[in-house]
């Protein structure tokens, strides 16, 4: 069969503020043609171009010529003798807010080391403590049956989906517009990683600011990253989800096929852009949807 390949000009467009054109550039193609869309994520892919805002196809036209790429083989990532943690999670206290009009945690003894002195032998003493919260307090995990009646919770939370993934981060912090599109995830592989969208709304935690105007990701980047197959997605913002309208897509698209979210994480600027395993364990807890996690990367020294 004679083997194909298309040739175009593209104009790449950045959210941080200016541009790149490209004129008869050539890519080798599977079959008799290819869509703007797709070629627009191998342009964004090939060049590993971060923090785009789209890209526009000209003069496409396919024509038949030898295929330039060779086939490349995976290797194993060289064993490393140690590793640093980095916690990427927010500190939990009593009163805090979280997300507004949802109740703060209350913090208090059940039964406090004075009290346990009664109960037990001389000198031995215990504190037991006591938590009220939501499932939406801190950095918290959403699993399927936060938005799906059907759908899994934390008790059936696959271990494979939130332990010792392979990590990637998708860094967008400085972007001029508030929505992140799926063309800031294309130059990056993805497959079958732990996704973590460093924004930087971080920095507003327990500030007002925190609330307004968050980083979110776009209906189109949900499908992306869901038929990417990913295994989670992670984001330092106030919510992955635009919450200025009541619908949800983002949450809607990634819990519907199975894939965790974790929503107000922190310090993903301390990590990275690959190279890292990632965990965010939940408990095990019965019709439950959504519940705090602790989330933490494993990098080599």
């Known amino acids: 069969m004679t083997e194909k390949r298309v040739c175009f000009d593209f104009e790449v467009s950045f959210t941080n503020g200016g541009g790149l054109q490209g004129q008869d550039f050539r890519l080798d193609i599977d079959d008799d043609d290819i869509d703007d869309a797709e070629l627009a994520r191998y342009v964004i892919s090939d060049l590993r171009l971060l923090m785009v805002g789209g890209v526009r ?4 036209r396919i024509i038949a010529e030898r295929h330039k790429r060779g086939i490349v083989t995976a290797t194993d990532a060289p064993a490393v003798a140690s590793a640093r943690l980095i916690d990427l999670s927010h500190e939990i206290e009593a009163g805090m807010i979280t997300y507004k009009g949802l109740p703060a945690p209350l913090i208090c003894d059940h039964l406090s080391r004075d009290a346990s002195r009664s109960i037990y032998a001389e000198g031995t003493e215990f504190q037991i403590d006591r938590i009220e919260l939501v499932g939406n307090t801190g950095t918290y995990l959403d699993t399927p049956y936060h938005r799906y009646a059907d ?30 599109d799926w063309t800031a995830f294309a130059a990056q592989a993805l497959r079958d990683k732990a996704v973590l969208v460093h924004t930087g709304w971080d920095r507003h935690w327990r500030t007002d ?93």
């Open 57 to 60: 196809i000209l003069n496409k």
């Open 151 to 180: 759908g899994h919770d934390l008790a059936d939370l696959p271990l494979t989906r939130v332990a010792d993934c392979e990590g990637v981060v998708v860094r967008v912090e400085g972007a001029a517009e508030r929505a992140i």
């Open 209 to 301: 600011q925190y609330f307004e105007g968050h980083p979110h990701l776009t209906e189109a980047a949900a499908v992306y990253l869901r038929d990417q197959e990913v295994r989670l997605v992670g984001i330092d913002s106030f919510n992955i989800d635009d919450v200025s309208a009541n619908t949800r897509p983002v949450h809607s698209v990634l819990l519907a096929a199975g894939i965790p979210i974790i929503e107000h994480m922190t310090r993903l600027g301390d990590l990275p852009v690959d190279g890292f395993r990632f965990s965010a364990v939940p408990p095990k807890v019965r019709r439950m949807g959504t519940f705090p996690v602790r989330p933490w990367a494993i990098l080599p020294e």
